[in-house]
Antibody, heavy 124, light 107 residues
Framework: EVQLLESGGGLVQPGGSLRLSCAASGFPFSSYAMSWVRQAPGKGLEWVSAITGSGGSTNYADSVKGRFTISRDNSKNTLYLQMNSLRAEDTAVYYC?????????????????WGQGTLVTVSS | DIQMTQSPSSVSASVGDRVTITCRASQGISSWLAWYQRKPGKAPNLLIFAASSLQSGVPSRFSGSGSGTDFTLTISSLQPEDFATYYCQQANSFPYTFGQGTKLEIK
């Protein structure tokens, strides 16, 4: 059974940093691209970042480019999101999501499994 | 960025009704479109990918169609468990973008 479990959320002041983790199980982690998707209170879904299975390619939304870094440790079956220079508008529930395509080097962009999310609140 | 616009933003319907939700892309995305169902407190659930392919385990009352810029999600006969919010998402190019959501409510 595929499981994705996010952790690392919490309350942080504007300008602060936080690192989210997503522990994956039930599938060959290194063979799938992964993404982070967020949902701010009362808003819709917003894709944040993606990384290929090998970790060799990454992509970011313009809203987080230069501030957030996605990475993965395939030996630990864990996805990360390092968030720096946090702003109030980054407040959201952050979900990790598994790409549908079985490939270490490509994306398909459809998310067939999602975690339950971790809440990040940026406030003074 | 490709903008995804869903209509309507909300719809009221009864069990057994046929419901159609529309999604329009600001530029052509071929068939690179997915539909998700989202229930309160739950993670999104992939229903349709590649505009018209049914994800494994999803009931056949859900169907998708369209290509280019105009897409539809149809639920042929609403069941009580279908009342939720539905999102379209383009996977044609980065950044991936979602529609604003369509809330399907019980009439």
């Amino acid at each position: 059974e595929v499981q994705l479990l996010e952790s690392g959320g919490g309350l942080v002041q504007p300008g602060g940093s936080l690192r989210l983790s997503c522990a994956a199980s039930g599938f060959p982690f290194s063979s799938y691209a992964m993404s982070w998707v967020r949902q701010a209170p009362g808003k819709g879904l917003e894709w944040v970042s993606a990384i290929t299975g090998s970790g060799g390619s990454t992509n970011y939304a313009d809203s987080v480019k230069g501030r957030f870094t996605i990475s993965r440790d395939n030996s630990k079956n864990t996805l990360y999101l390092q968030m720096n220079s946090l702003r109030a508008e980054d407040t959201a529930v952050y979900y990790c999501a598994k790409d549908q395509l079985h490939s270490s080097g490509w994306y398909r962009g459809y998310f067939d499994y999602w975690g339950q999310g971790t809440l990040v609140t940026v406030s003074s | 960025d490709i903008q995804m616009t869903q209509s309507p933003s909300s719809v009221s319907a009864s069990v057994g009704d046929r419901v159609t939700i529309t999604c329009r892309a600001s530029q052509g995305i071929s068939s690179w479109l997915a539909w998700y169902q989202r229930k309160p407190g739950k993670a999104p659930n992939l229903l349709i990918f590649a505009a018209s392919s049914l994800q494994s385990g999803v009931p056949s009352r859900f169907s998708g169609s369209g290509s280019g810029t105009d897409f539809t999600l149809t639920i042929s006969s609403l069941q009580p468990e279908d009342f939720a919010t539905y999102y379209c998402q383009q996977a044609n190019s980065f950044p991936y973008t979602f529609g604003q959501g369509t809330k399907l409510e019980i009439k």
